[in-house]
Every structure is written in structure tokens, then in C-alpha cells.
């Protein structure tokens, strides 16, 4: 019986890993393809689009590079910090008013904030088109700020103020008794010991902001403001006929939050654990 059981928990690892080198290999392969593409001409690619290239040349991420994809890149790494700066120092503080702090309507505060989770932003595109085109902040690198901040506020509030809650109460006596102020409760003590689920915010955000175009196609038209996945887009249209350049420009767009995903992964799971999923 024991011998049997051993058997069927070394099958069952033996699928499991089987599945989970056939999920890799599903999401790899296309990396790989896309990034293996860029070093080809279009002769090759339209040849044979899965051998290897024959000569390994950067000119084509060189190209894309000079194209525009610099420029976007800027412009992306700029909005993305800044919202996410943003976004969390305001998510942050509104989780302590609402958790730490005895303020009146709490429950109803809580609710409205919250509710913002259910407001599509595609329902709100006309009005905020209007707004921004009378406020003279359409295809400006502020209208990209405001909004990734505003419709992120509500579901990183949720989340920190989710760990904050289990935070123990005596940490703010104490800080009390020793004459702490409220902002330097926050800023010392509350803050530092949020830092599993902040990070976890903080790489959420980022891979939010980075891939997110519906805003920025419709809030920027100007080369000076477009972010990656627009300009890529644009970059497409005007060379659509040299598919390496292309395919480098995604690369170039796709590799620093790869790289981020697999390096941070762990902690944004870390963080969700220890504060959802209490």
C-alpha cells in the first residue's frame, strides 16, 4: 500500500512538472520568437520565420531605437514612476485615515472610495475628454498622471488599507505616549511596517501603467507624450512593411517589465498573501 502511494505521488509530480514546463514554454516561446525576429531581415523572416537568424545584427533594435521607441520609452518610464509615486503616497494615507484614525462617516468614506472599483473607465471617456480639452491639459504628459493615479487610487487604497487593518493598535499608543504626531506615526512607523504590501502596490502599478493604452491613445496625439504601447502602434503604421524593426521595438517595450515581473513576482505574491489573504 505504502509503495503504492509512493508511485502515484511520483506520477503526480511528474505531471505536475510536465505541466509546468509545456505553461513556461507557452509563454517563453513567443519572447523568444519575437526577440529571435528582430535580428532577421525581412527576407528571412518571411523565409522561414522560425530558424535562426543568419546574421545576428543589432541594426534593426538600433532603428527602432532612432524611430521614436527612445522618445516613448522616456515618456513611459516618467509617467510610470510619477503615477506610481503618487498613486501609492495617496492610496497610502487614505488606508491609514480609514483604518487608524476615528474619523466620522469612516464606513461611508470606505464605501465611496471602494466603489470606484466598479467604474469602468470606458464609461467615463467622454466627459474626461471635454474636461481635459477645457482644463488645456489634453495631450499633455498631465492628463496621462492624473488619470493612471485617479482610477488606481481605489484599488490600491483597497488593498493596503486590507493590511493595515491587522496592524496591532498598541504600535499607535505607543507612538502617542512618546509624543508622535499623526504624520510622524505615518511616516515612521506605520509606513515601514507596510512595506510587504507597498511593494507589492508598487509592482502592480507599474505593470498596470506600462502596458495600459485605451488612455493613452485616446489623452495623447503628439510624438513628445505617446507612451510605448501607443507608440509602438504608430511605429507599426509607418514601417509596417519592415516587421524586424517592429518586432525590436517590442523587445525593447517588453523587456523591462519582463524583467521586472520575474524579479519581483515573489514579493507581489508575498504582499497579497500577507494582507488580502488574511
Not at 66 to 82: A, K, M
Not at 163 to 192: C, H, K, N, Q, S
Request: with cysteine; glycine share 6%.
Amino acid at each position: 500500500m505504502v509503495t503504492r502511494l509512493s508511485f502515484l505521488g511520483v506520477i503526480a509530480r511528474v505531471f505536475m512538472w510536465a505541466f509546468l514546463l509545456a505553461l513556461a514554454v507557452v509563454v517563453l516561446y513567443p519572447l523568444l520568437w519575437m526577440t529571435l525576429n528582430g535580428f532577421k531581415t525581412n527576407a528571412e523572416l518571411f523565409g522561414d520565420p522560425f530558424a535562426l537568424p543568419l546574421h545576428w545584427s543589432f541594426d534593426n533594435y538600433a532603428k527602432a531605437w532612432n524611430r521614436g521607441v527612445s522618445d516613448y520609452l522616456t515618456t513611459s518610464v516618467l509617467v510610470t514612476l510619477t503615477s506610481t509615486v503618487a498613486t501609492v503616497l495617496i492610496s497610502a494615507w487614505a488606508a491609514y485615515g480609514l483604518t487608524r484614525v476615528n474619523i466620522p462617516l469612516n464606513r461611508t468614506l470606505t464605501a465611496a472610495i471602494l466603489g470606484g472599483l466598479m467604474l469602468a473607465p470606458t464609461v467615463a471617456l467622454v466627459p474626461l475628454v471635454k474636461m481635459f480639452q477645457a482644463m488645456g491639459l489634453y495631450n499633455t504628459f498631465w492628463a496621462l498622471l492624473i488619470l493612471y493615479t485617479a482610477f488606481r487610487v481605489p484599488f490600491t487604497t483597497f488593498l493596503i488599507r486590507a493590511y493595515m487593518i491587522d496592524l496591532p493598535r498598541e504600535v499607535d499608543e505607543a507612538a502617542e505616549m512618546d509624543g508622535a504626531g499623526r504624520w510622524t506615526a505615518f511616516w515612521r512607523i506605520i509606513l515601514p511596517m507596510c512595506k510587504p504590501i507597498l511593494t507589492s502596490t508598487v509592482l502592480l502599478h507599474i505593470l498596470f501603467t506600462w502596458n495600459e493604452y485605451l488612455f493613452a491613445m485616446i489623452f495623447t496625439s503628439g510624438t513628445g507624450v505617446q507612451t510605448l504601447p501607443v507608440g509602438l502602434t504608430s511605429l507599426m503604421s509607418k514601417h509596417g512593411t519592415e516587421y524586424p524593426v517592429v518586432f525590436a521595438g517590442m523587445v525593447i517595450a517588453a523587456l523591462p517589465v519582463v524583467l521586472l515581473f520575474f524579479l519581483g513576482q515573489r514579493y507581489i505574491i508575498k504582499g497579497l498573501a500577507d494582507g488580502v489573504g488574511k
